[in-house]
RNA sequence: GGCUCUAUCGUCUAACGGUUAGGACGAGUCCUUCUCAAGGAUUAAAUCCGGGUUCGAUUCCCGGUAGAGUCACCA
């Protein structure tokens, strides 16, 4: 084992290219990250391409574009190159074969002489007596020489192994889960089981954060680092993330979305960073803040408040981060974030606060102009006479509230037609009836023809006076 | 079925044997301009169950239960 005092801190992001990456492959990602930048370390990005089946087209360029989406930054990778090149697995099948090697002349790996329909037999078989499949059980007595065409498999030593996780505690599993697992698959292509070991060696790895279900297959890499008689870096298992309808761990087959659809949709890559990192970490210690930014989260991130229990994906909360971080831009980012999303001929720099209380990521601007809701600012609606009356107020009474607000409002000068002023005496008559809303019901309606809108306050500053006193008149004939 | 991991408000979580079990999201109520939104205030809401250990358990141990993971020539 590393020694922590002096190693440096060396993590790693090593996702295959099978297609997009979702949020619970982020979320490694960014707690790999996290910690590398905490202790001044070593990010690097690896490519485990090792599975050509499944291998997915454009897969790489898409995960290099979500990492820098979120800002997550590497030091050595397929793009930068680094000491340890190259980062993709596939270029790197030399090294798997001499690692090989070592273990075949140590005679603790031998060539598999099964067919896939042989094994398929024996899994069956072993599936029906509610067995757990152990290709050990039938491991042969005079494997033939490995040529390279047959899957080479680890000569497992099978105990029961203990380990430490800086998550997790204190580790264990019983022989059961130790196997003659494959190293290196028929295809000549190592195994994840096999490539992931020898890289984080040559790479110098000292932390591999990964997710829970490597906990099972742990004690086959726990055999694999003795026979290759090499130290393990530390294990920093994270808990799952879990889907929001049910309980099940969050995956691309359970609806888990592209990362970047979440670009796409209009939210802040550091509103969703600050989302993820609080999905089964937060400062602790009373520390109640939860709106970070990167480099307060980097600051604050520490091992022993990552949790062990999975935690759900909880898009509301996303919502509201988001908001929050919109919050914290300068206003000319704001306001070049909704004029993005909006028609040029809605582009007015006034709306800019009415559209930003009503909005918690950017493609919320485009439903509001899409659903029709920024109109009342352009043009004067079709006013329904029997809508403007305000509750059991009268049509007669109604009229000659709008005919005060018209009076009122004709007093202010151009200049002075700010929602302050329009506000002080439009509410100077509301208060002066029986209820406010005889007055503030049908001048609102009268310039929105909506039921439900912004207050007149702000939509007569934004139309202006001439505009506000026609829509008032209009709707009082 | 074997092996393994996990368990505090609906959700994300704080607490590292002693607290009126704290915060946030969401929900409710009230206020702020009639409506919507935003904002402010406020309320309700949790230690899975059963045994230990201890003067004292959310916290430590054991058992149960529930959920999750895994048992590939996938990662």
Redesign the pocket.
């Known amino acids: 084992m590393q020694d922590k005092n002096t190693a440096k801190v060396v993590t790693r992001f090593?996702?295959?290219p099978?297609g997009f990456l979702h949020v619970g492959g982020v979320r490694t990602a960014l707690f790999a990250w996290l910690w590398a930048r905490k202790n001044n370390g070593i990010f690097i990005l690896r490519i485990?391409d090792?599975?050509k089946?499944?291998e997915v087209e454009g897969s790489i360029d898409h995960i290099i574009a979500s990492l820098k989406w979120l800002g997550i930054e590497w030091d050595e990778g397929p793009d930068v190159g680094g000491k340890h090149a190259p980062y993709k697995q596939s270029e790197r099948l030399d090294t798997y074969k001499k690692y090989a090697n070592i273990l075949i002349e140590k005679g603790l790996a031998y060539a598999?002489p099964?067919?896939?329909e042989e094994?398929n037999v024996f899994?069956k078989k072993?599936e029906e007596e509610?067995?757990?499949?152990?290709?050990r059980n039938h491991r042969p007595e005079n494997p033939p020489a490995w040529d390279g065409t047959?899957?080479l498999r680890l000569k497992s030593n099978v105990k029961k192994y203990k380990w430490h996780d800086v998550i997790?505690?204190e580790?264990?599993?019983?022989e059961?889960?130790v196997?003659d697992?494959?190293l290196i698959?028929?295809?000549g292509?190592?195994?994840?089981?096999f490539a992931?070991i020898i890289d984080d060696l040559l790479m110098e790895v000292t932390y591999i954060f990964r997710a829970?279900?490597?906990?099972?297959?742990t004690p086959n890499f726990l055999a694999l680092y003795e026979a290759l008689g090499i130290e393990h870096p530390q294990f920093a298992t994270l808990?799952?993330i879990?889907g929001e309808a049910?309980?099940?761990?969050l995956?691309k087959r359970d609806g888990a979305k592209d990362i970047l659809d979440y670009e796409k949709d209009g939210y802040l890559p550091q509103a969703m960073l600050n989302f993820l990192a609080?999905?089964?970490?937060?400062p602790?210690?009373?520390d109640?803040r939860?709106v970070l930014t990167k480099d307060e989260i980097i600051k604050s991130f520490e091992l022993?408040?990552v949790?062990?229990?999975?935690?759900?994906f909880?898009e509301?909360?996303l919502?509201?981060l988001n908001?929050e971080h919109i919050k914290l831009l300068p206003p000319a980012e704001i306001e070049k974030h909704i004029f993005e999303n909006l028609p040029e001929s809605y582009r007015n720099p006034k709306l800019v606060p009415v559209i930003l209380?009503?909005i918690t990521k950017w493609s919320d601007v485009k439903s509001m102009a899409g659903a029709g809701e920024l109109d009342v600012f352009f043009k004067g609606p079709d006013v329904d006479k029997t809508k403007l009356i305000?509750k059991k107020s009268t049509a007669e009474k109604t009229k000659s509230n709008l005919e005060l607000a018209i009076k009122a409002l004709e007093n202010i000068t151009e200049e002075n037609f700010t929602k302050e002023n329009i506000?002080s005496v439009l509410?100077a008559i509301a208060d002066s009836l029986e209820?406010?809303?005889e007055l503030?019901?049908p001048v609102?309606?009268a310039l929105s023809g909506?039921?439900?809108?912004?207050?007149?306050?702000?939509i007569a500053s934004i139309i202006g006076k001439d505009e506000t006193i026609s829509r008032l008149k209009n709707a009082q004939k």
């Open positions: 090593a996702p295959s099978t485990e090792t599975d089946k499944r598999d099964y067919t896939p094994l899994r072993a509610k067995r757990p499949f152990l290709y047959k899957p997790r505690g580790l264990e599993a019983g059961e889960a196997d697992f494959v698959k028929s295809d292509y190592p195994t994840y089981n992931h829970d279900e490597f906990i099972s297959s808990p799952p879990l049910g309980t099940k761990k995956g609080f999905i089964g970490w937060n602790g210690a009373g109640n939860e022993e408040h949790q062990k229990a999975g935690g759900k909880n509301e909360k919502d509201w908001k209380e009503r305000y506000k509410m209820s406010r809303g503030l019901h609102r309606y909506r039921d439900q809108s912004p207050d007149p306050f702000i």
